[in-house]
């Protein structure tokens, strides 16, 4: 006897994506099979005309807690993302405190299984101050891996000379995970470009792809001297993707949801604001880039970088302006639609949102359906269409960027280890989440 039998689906495999009924039991993939009979599990569910995915991990969210729990709670963020279709989040350390310790790990741990509507880890935030102990706190209980930021944006986590980058670099084995902006590019060219200006046009000026491309180069240089696997995180320029495709032996590479259907100016005259995020949402050349980026494979990696602000935050006047957008439950629906358009594959969505997480953070037991897998499951209509609207999100921010947009794919269930988390935009309790255990401890 199975748990859980989803039937009549077509399911994306490792092998290839045809129909096949999947059996479930404690938590785990134990059968894929052509028929399995209903009567054969305590719950069985049809998934005639629907698509079964891997479960969608989302590799860079900010969920805000503790620290600004005004914007975003590790419950809201983590019920938005169970809404969206994703079963696993990996969230960031610029929240306040910054999460650079094992107590601050520890309370970011505890606060996520008080409402974990989703599976969870943490990225640790790699200091000068803190890198000779990330040999060992890289491995502690729910630690996806290492972030920095070699430019500034929300919160005080900056590491942006060359001598800080390699303090963390040579210390420890596991992944680390960058946003590459140049710090000292864009101070300058805040003083000698942006000056008094208040247009939000400016940011993507302000925030330069030069200054981007100079970050990421020397990123690359300092992860070969030490032999450290890099992952660069929201690429946005033609230069910097050009650039990591001939030094794919040591750098993977993610790209946005945002940066893949927004572009400037439009975006800045449509949205103002709203549209705001580092790196800029840029021009069209860049953006198309970023998909020949997917269509050659030297992207991994799709994330959301869901980093959510207030409305009222986000109407102040430019540059006072917080940069960052909500992104969790949009991630799947605003793909699917790419893929009808034809701008991808749902393998290469797969692979991009199930493999490419599980390959480059050696996840443990997730990331594909096959047996003895985590029974995480996106299960989606790719012909249903739908509207996405601001009163759908359940980001305690309560607002998307995509408000008004119509899409053709939607996420129909959330299956988290066999729980029917989600169906049909109701969440179904309790939550279930539980830290994600990972394969590479060093």
């Not at 479930?24 to 209903?38: E, F, H, M, R, T």
């Not at 929240?95 to 943490?122: C, H, R, V």
Request: aromatic share 6%; hydrophobic share 40%; glycine share 8%.
């Amino acid at each position: 006897m199975y748990d859980l039998i989803l039937k009549n689906g077509i399911c994306v495999l490792p092998e290839g994506t045809h129909a096949a009924d999947i059996g479930v039991k404690d938590q785990k993939i134990i059968a894929i099979l052509p028929n399995i009979p209903s009567d054969h599990a305590d719950q069985t569910l049809d998934c005639t005309g629907l698509h079964i995915l891997p479960g969608v991990i989302d590799t860079q969210v900010h969920f805000r807690e503790p620290g600004m729990t005004h914007k975003e709670t590790l419950e809201t963020g983590m019920k938005a993302a169970a809404l969206g279709g994703v079963t696993a989040i990996f969230e960031m350390p610029n929240t306040n405190p910054l999460t650079t310790t094992p107590e601050a790990l520890q309370d970011k741990l505890d606060k996520a299984a008080q409402g974990a509507w989703t599976d969870y880890a943490f990225y640790f935030g790699g200091t000068a101050q803190n890198a000779k102990n990330l040999r060992e706190w890289e491995n502690l209980k729910g630690v996806c891996g290492i972030k920095i930021f070699m430019g500034s944006s929300t919160g005080d986590l900056l590491v942006a000379t060359d001598e800080e980058v390699a303090a963390v670099l040579s210390n420890g084995k596991r992944i680390v995970a960058v946003h590459a902006e140049d710090e000292m590019m864009m101070k300058e060219n805040k003083i000698k470009i942006l000056g008094d200006s208040t247009d939000v046009k400016m940011h993507p000026v302000w925030r330069s792809e030069e200054g981007c491309l100079s970050a990421t180069t020397r990123l690359v240089n300092i992860a070969r001297k030490y032999g450290r696997r890099i992952h660069v995180l929201h690429i946005t320029t033609r230069q910097e993707m050009e650039f990591l495709a001939k030094n794919k032996d040591i750098a993977s590479v993610e790209v946005l949801a945002n940066h893949l259907t927004l572009h400037a100016p439009e975006c800045y005259e449509r949205l103002g604001t709203h549209a705001q995020q580092n790196p800029p949402i840029r021009e069209k050349h860049h953006q198309m880039a970023l998909w020949r980026g997917i269509d050659d494979g030297t992207v991994d990696i799709l994330g959301s970088d869901h980093a959510p602000h207030t409305l009222e935050e986000k109407a102040g006047v430019y540059p006072s302006t917080p940069s960052g957008t909500p992104g969790v439950q949009t991630l799947v629906p605003i793909m699917l639609n790419h893929i009808n358009n034809g701008k991808l594959t749902l393998e290469r969505f797969v692979d991009l949102t199930a493999y490419g997480p599980n390959r480059l953070h050696q996840i443990a037991s997730k990331g594909r359906i096959a047996h003895g897998y985590d029974a995480d499951f996106t299960v989606v209509d790719m012909k249903a269409k739908r509207t996405i609207t601001n009163a759908q999100q359940a980001s305690k921010c309560g607002w998307t960027p995509f408000d008004g947009v119509n899409v053709q794919g939607w996420p129909k269930m959330t299956i988290i280890r066999g729980n029917i988390v989600m169906r049909d935009d109701e969440l179904l309790g309790p939550p279930v989440g539980q830290p994600v255990a990972f394969r590479e401890i060093l």
